[in-house]
């Protein structure tokens, strides 16, 4: 595999510079099949060499490459070794490139790519990930806690809530009570006033204001556990900003006895962020009432959840409008002396804009499951080549949600984007039904051939060009993971699966299976089968499911 042969190169390059391989693996790299120079399977950058060496006076690094290459020899793993602009090239010996990577996407499995030397330097971590915090009793905004949405919620219910419906259709009612209040507080003070003393009176305990929340908290997370359970989301923990109330007033009490507490002249209290004491920048942890806000009980859930996981990075997942929340939420932990604030990291993601629905703008997000199953039903039900299947509906939301998700993931997870249907259900082009559509094609391979000619593979019989390419690609997994554990951004699998269903179609067309000699048959199908099993992992580590049929 690819580990292998990077450290066959970094061996002999250690000799010469008088270098720890370990030093040289990460800069060895395979070279991606759409900038493939003829003779390189593995490049490495003589910039970074230069680098790692600290040289006071950069040499002209074509010369630098080209004299290395002159003193790098050949053997029985490296065939040929060139200098290109900058980098030094290495091409492998074909058969044991072929021998190689096949064996080892079949041994490793699902854990291929994972087992590379990239990762074995890495320690084993334990994270925390907080990721989408839907409102509770909300299930039509994916924003965070409000103490207006839970005092407007809890006094709406009192004024226009019925039992059962809230018993039949728990969301929907709690929903059309918040519209309803949200309207009548617009013209009548009195109700946000009220839904103010409501929230306060959960903050102090009172027994039938936490009853009253408890209930919508129970029902929201039945119903939130049905749809997540459609998108193959299952959380160790549901802990809510409202769990930390009490322990909100213990980060009060904290901060207090710290002397990080000011008050302003409105009442509201405040911990100065500034730096120099002139309060020019601050952020508020507690209103004149004595109420807790966001930050608040972000602290507490911080403190907790490092008493309770010792964990050795958090990750919240939230919209880049959270940024400056929690810049301060860190700073602030860095202020009370938790060293351990510095492992705590902000993943932002972008806006999704024009999502519509066929019934108007997007408000459930059932409703885009919903939407997602019907059309991908209909477009397979007009593909004549689709095949009988036990279960559409449920293909038909597999297919659908890796079209979402692909959509979602191409490009930076910051950036906007403007959503388009008929974009996200090509068949072709750079989609998740295309991946979905090219995974089920090769099972399908294996379903008509079966496995009988994956015991003994002539390598000889993948020299073709396009053989050479995909094992080229699958060279790269291991780097395309590692990158995207490193900057936590999905769009490099994205890429690198895209490429490899484009590069698996191609093959497909030309790499005839059928009516080939038994040992052309057999190695090509070996080939595709490696193929399909790395395409099932990249999809897995994406949050979508294979399908075998469609």
């Known amino acids: 595999m690819a580990c292998a042969f990077r450290r066959s190169i970094a061996c002999q390059l250690s000799r010469i510079l008088a270098l720890p391989p370990e030093s040289l693996i990460k800069s060895i790299s395979a070279v991606p099949v759409s900038k493939k120079e003829e003779v390189a399977d593995f490049q490495l950058s003589v910039d970074s060499l230069l680098e790692d060496n600290n ?21 029985t793993v490296v065939t040929a070794i060139s200098a290109g602009p900058g980098t030094l ?14 064996q080892q996407v079949i041994e490793d499995g699902s854990k291929y790519g994972l087992k590379s030397e990239l990762f074995s330097g890495l320690p084993q971590k334990k994270i925390v990930v907080e990721f989408s915090s839907p409102n509770v009793a909300k299930k039509f905004h994916v924003g965070h806690l409000r103490s207006t949405i839970i005092g407007l919620l809890g006094t709406g219910f009192q004024l226009f809530g019925y039992e059962e419906k809230l018993q039949s259709n728990p969301l929907q009612h709690l929903f059309d009570v918040y ?7 617009t013209d009548d003070k009195n109700i946000a006033k009220l839904a103010h003393e409501f929230f306060h009176r959960l903050e102090l305990g009172d027994m039938q204001a936490l009853s009253l929340w408890q209930r919508f908290r129970d029902l929201s997370i039945e119903e939130y556990i049905q749809i997540y359970k459609r998108l ?9 900003e409202s769990f930390y109330r009490e322990k909100s007033q213990d980060v009060l009490k904290l901060l207090d006895s710290k002397g990080l507490l000011q008050k302003t002249i409105t009442g509201n209290v405040v911990v100065d962020l500034s730096g120099t004491g002139d309060l020019s920048s601050v952020c508020t942890v507690m209103r004149s009432d004595g109420t807790s806000l966001y930050a608040t009980r972000d602290l ?6 490092m008493d309770k996981y010792n964990f050795d990075s958090m990750i919240y997942v939230a919209d880049k409008g959270q940024k400056r929340h ?3 939420v860190f700073q602030i932990l860095k202020i009370m002396g938790y060293e351990w604030a510095e492992r705590c990291q902000h993943v932002p993601f972008g806006i999704v804009k024009g999502m519509k629905t066929r019934r108007g703008d997007v408000t459930f997000l059932e409703d885009v499951l919903n939407e997602v199953q019907s059309r991908m039903l209909q477009n397979m039900a007009s593909i004549k080549t689709t095949k009988k299947m036990e279960n559409p509906q449920e293909t038909a939301e597999r297919v659908g949600l890796a079209a979402l998700i692909i959509q979602d993931f191409r490009g930076l997870l910051l950036s906007d984007y403007q959503f388009s249907w008929d974009r996200v259900f090509q068949s072709r082009g750079d989609t998740g039904v295309f991946l979905q559509y090219t ?3 090769l099972c399908s391979l294996e379903e008509t051939f079966g496995c009988g000619y994956l015991n003994d593979v002539n390598v000889a019989c993948l020299q073709e060009p396009q053989s050479v390419s995909i094992l080229q690609h699958l060279l790269r997994f291991d780097e395309v993971l590692y990158k995207s554990s490193q900057d936590l951004q999905p769009k490099h699998i994205v890429s690198y699966l895209l490429t490899l269903s484009h590069l698996a179609a191609m093959a497909h067309k030309t790499l005839q299976v059928k009516d080939s000699p038994a040992d052309v048959a057999g190695a090509r199908l070996h080939l595709f089968k490696a193929v399909r099993s790395v395409l099932a992992n990249g999809m897995k580590l994406l949050g979508i499911i294979p399908v075998c049929r469609m």
């Open 232 to 240: 193959g989301i299952y959380f160790d923990e549901y802990s809510g």
């Open 179 to 185: 519209v309803q209040v949200n309207k009548e507080a």
């Open 89 to 102: 090239n290495f091409k492998i010996n074909r058969e044991l490139l072929t021998k190689a990577v096949l």
């Open 55 to 75: 040289h006071q006076s950069k040499l002209d690094t074509q010369d630098h490459a080209r004299r290395l290459a002159e003193k790098l020899k050949c053997d």
């Open 300 to 305: 507490a859930a911080a403190i907790d959840r």
């Open 439 to 441: 995974h089920a094609r």
């Open 326 to 328: 929690f810049q301060q």
